[in-house]
């Protein structure tokens, strides 16, 4: 080629960067002199990919939580387009982050410019006519679970279902005390690992509940220690600071906070109490019990009750199509019932659950880098 491959990418959250971090690498592998740019966190820096924008500024979920942030994403996206109309790219994977990305897309897609969407949006839980807005945008979709295809296939928009990157990353039998050596946990006793959300406003809503669990699970299990894994250095100083505020909870709870270290801190527990989202995903890729929670604005939970209409939101249940894991919403997050649902897996025998963990696990294993560059590879060449 007469002249470098520029590829445009725009993460708009740490589960995306995950996802997308492999993909990178497996490009620069294909055209090292590729130049890979746009907004992503540290793993798709690490592969080669250069930010040119705080990735933290998109990290926001909810209907109504977006709004305030709202004057930030539009400057970043007018910043965002102004720099791609002036150095076009040969292709615009977008990935996640539907709000932000589609309409990136479309933009882009106007101007003759390739465009990808890498995750589905969640048309098969809620407002299916979303697939025409997303075949505007979007010449392809990367999809990572298999039963997204029939509803593309019923709209004829081009779908290649590339499975997990982390179900490819993560063993089918993952070694819990290598993970608790790696995060100087003790060995012999049980392990709740605790994980309140990626982005700001979720560890500020579910954290001050998850703390009186903990301690609610510490006065019935005083052998219990806990584990907080921060997905960058913002939540982490955010939970430090939650930490303190709370009675200084660290001095009365074994409580180990760290960076970075989500994947380890599943697999070093015996139970995990997290937020729903992908953190859900890992921890049934990682052969853990879980205690999946969530809470919206009390205005989004209205609109979201009347639109969504898959029988789960936790993506165990959604995989399997089955209540496998406790799912709990709005008032049902609360102390009592958190650390009722966590104990009881400490004292059950929970081998049937790994079981179908590590079935779910097989149908996701695909090679998604090396499935999800080649897409990139094949639409770039169309």
Not at 112 to 125: D, M, R
Not at 286 to 292: E, G, I, W
Not at 303 to 320: D, E, G, T, V, W
């Amino acid at each position: 080629m007469s002249k470098p491959l520029r590829i445009a990418m725009v993460a708009g959250e740490p589960s995306g960067d995950v996802l997308a971090a492999g993909m990178v690498g497996e490009l620069k592998r294909l055209y090292p002199d590729a130049i890979i740019e746009g907004i992503g966190g540290p793993n798709m820096q690490a592969q080669g990919f250069h930010s040119l924008f705080d990735m933290e500024t998109l990290s926001v979920m909810g209907l109504v939580e977006v709004l305030s942030h709202l004057p930030a994403i539009l400057k970043v996206k007018k910043a965002l387009l102004a720099h791609f109309s002036n150095n076009p790219p040969d292709i615009f994977v977008g990935i996640d982050a539907p709000d932000f990305n589609l309409r990136v897309e479309k933009e882009l897609k106007a101007k003759g410019i390739k465009t990808i969407h890498y995750v589905s949006p969640t048309i098969w839980a809620w407002r299916e006519k979303r697939v025409h807005k997303i075949a505007k945008a979007a010449g392809r979709v990367l999809g990572l679970f298999p039963f997204e295809q029939q509803v593309y296939d019923k709209y004829d928009v081009p779908y290649t279902f590339v499975g997990h990157t982390m179900a490819d990353s993560i063993a089918l039998t993952p070694d819990q005390q290598a993970s608790r050596k790696t995060l100087n946990l003790p060995i012999d006793k049980p392990v709740l690992a605790v994980l309140p959300g990626s982005r700001r406003g979720e560890v500020d809503t579910l954290l001050p509940i998850f703390i009186k669990t903990m301690e609610k699970i510490a006065a019935q299990r005083p052998d219990v220690e806990f584990v907080i894994p921060a997905a960058n250095t913002h939540r982490l100083e955010q939970i430090n600071s939650m930490l303190k505020e709370a009675n200084n909870v660290t001095e009365r709870l074994p409580i180990h906070v760290t960076e970075g270290t989500s994947r380890d801190a599943m697999i070093a527990s015996d139970v995990i109490l997290l937020a729903s989202g992908t953190a859900t995903l890992e921890a049934m890729l990682c052969k853990r019990p879980m205690v999946v929670a969530y809470k919206l604005s009390p205005i989004t939970y209205k609109i979201m009750q009347r639109l969504y209409k898959a029988p789960f939101f936790a993506l165990p249940n959604l995989l399997a199509n089955e209540a496998l894991v406790p799912e709990l919403l709005q008032d049902d997050v609360n102390p009592d019932t958190l650390s009722q649902q966590a104990l009881t897996y400490f004292d059950s025998d929970n081998t049937d659950l790994i079981s179908r963990f590590t079935d779910l696990h097989h149908t996701l294993k695909c090679n998604a880098d090396k499935t999800a560059a080649q897409a990139v590879v094949e639409e770039l060449f169309a």
